[in-house]
Every structure is written in C-alpha cells, then in structure tokens.
C-alpha cells in the first residue's frame, strides 16, 4: 500500500494565530512536525498543505515539500483531500501541524489497523491517549473520546466524557491526538458531505464520520507530547523540549 502523510497548516489559528510559525527551540512548531513526521520514515512522501505563503516558504526553504491550497477549507481534512485528489496513493495520515513531537510508533500503530484481513473493513482511524489530570480531563481545548469493547468510537466531546455520574468505579479517560488515517475514498467522501449537526455543535470534525454512520478506529498510544493549542501549551512544549 502506498501511504503519504499530509500536514495541513492554516496560518490564522482561531485560539492562537500564527501558531504554527511561533518559535520552538531552534526552529517553528511547524518543521519540528514536518522533520518528525518525514524522520518516521513510515510515508513515501510527506507534504505540508497550507493556505500561507510564510508556511509554505518555511518549509520548501528548508528542502521540504509544500503545496498550496486552492480553495479556502473549513477543516484540515478538506484541505488534504484536495492535495491528494489526484495522488495515487491508498492511505493518507493526516499528521496534525501543531503536533511537534511526532513519533514513529504511534504512527505505526495507527498505519498497522488497515493491515490484514482485520483491517480491510477499516476506513478511518485515530489516535488517543490515556488523560489522567482532572484540569484536562475537564479542559474543553482536550477532545474526549468514548470508545467501545471493539476500539471504535462512540462520541466525541469537548465536555468530559463519560459523565461520572458513579463516584465509585475507575473511569479511563482518553484524549483524542488530532492524528488520523482514512483510505483515500473515505476522505473524499468526507468533503462531499456538508458538515453535521454534532460536528457544528462541537467544532470536531470527526463528528461528521460518525454522522455517515463511518466507524473509526482508535489507537491507544503513548504519550504523544504536547499539542499547541494555546500560548501556555507553547511554553509546556518548550520545556518538554
């Protein structure tokens, strides 16, 4: 199977504009996840989708590969679909540009689910961490996610999910990482559908998959670093760098 990662890179961030040019040790967040996601060497191309001539100067500069958008896109997921529409290619990761620390073995693990006989019937997955710090848990920046007995979603939500109506039994809570994996098909038939009711409600666009009634698998991993979303999370990955 040929697989490609796709990074979409909007420059004016709603929570925290410019996020992706802000400056992260040696280098802006968005080449740390660009050098990442290529060093993996799990894609036989890596490309940065963006709506920014800075963003796309950044990286074909610095001898990484870039397109630029055509359209205006409400999610990252449009954007790829668009950069891959006429790529021969069977799975497409979309690796999430304020993910600085990248790292192979989730990726692997996330690449691996559409392995096999298993893995036929898979059409999108997603990766997810274990959140175990109540501020998170509780944070509406951290998308929850609840899963079922097979690792296929059941809802996504900014609020926290499950309620812990029981005091008395342990609840997992995960965190789902912004990291997804569609067969080609799936992401195209993603931009052909206007965008639903809990994905409005919600602003996660992974909503929409489970809408169309599109299970997605998820993937349990490691601790994947820190996200930026915020000026704070900035400063938590820089000391995490």
Known sequence: MKKVALIPARYAATRFPAKLMQQLGNKPVIRHTYDNTLATGLFDEVIV????????????????????SKKQHESGSD????????????IVVNVQGDEPFVKAAPLKQLLDVFEGDKGAGVQVASLMQVLTMQQYIED?????VAIDKNNNAIFFSRSVIPYPRNKEI??????????????????????????????????????????????????????????????????RAAKFL
């Open 49 to 68: 989708a963006t709506d920014s001539d800075i963003i796309y100067n950044e990286i074909t500069q610095h001898g990484g590969k870039a397109v630029m």
């Open 79 to 90: 954007r790829i679909a668009e950069a891959v529409a006429d790529m021969d290619v069977d």
């Open 140 to 144: 509406p920046n951290y998308v929850k």
């Open 170 to 235: 342990p609840i997992t809570y995960y965190e789902h990482i912004g990291v997804y994996a569609f067969r080609k098909q799936a992401l195209i038939d993603f931009t052909h559908w206007p965008m639903t009711p809990l994905e409005a409600a919600e602003k996660i666009e992974c909503l929409r998959y489970l809408e169309h009634g599109v299970p997605l698998k998820m993937v349990v991993v490691d601790y994947m670093g820190v996200e930026i979303d915020t000026p704070e999370d900035l400063e």
